[in-house]
């Protein structure tokens, strides 16, 4: 295997990585953000507060994008599978 092969197998798991993590990443940033803002507006400073709403949503998007999620780690498996150095 050269540097190059393995320097772009790296890159594709890189990216693929980033890719299905981003979905649950995006969901839990969004419903933070959202309940930071309604924590400014109501000044209720609960911990508590932020983190169940946001385990929440991140547990259904997983479980909703959990299709696809596979479908990308196995169309990146069958890839490698078949890359002959």
Known sequence: MTTEAA???ARQMLWTAMLI???VLVIGMIVGLVISILQAVTQVQEQ????????IAMTLILGLSLP??????????????????
């Open 48 to 55: 508590t507060l932020s983190f169940v709403p946001k385990i």
């Open 68 to 85: 696809w999620v596979a479908a990308r780690l196995m169309e990146f498996s069958r890839a490698m599978f078949m890359l002959s150095y």
């Open 7 to 9: 320097i772009d197998l």
């Open 21 to 23: 993590s981003a979905p």
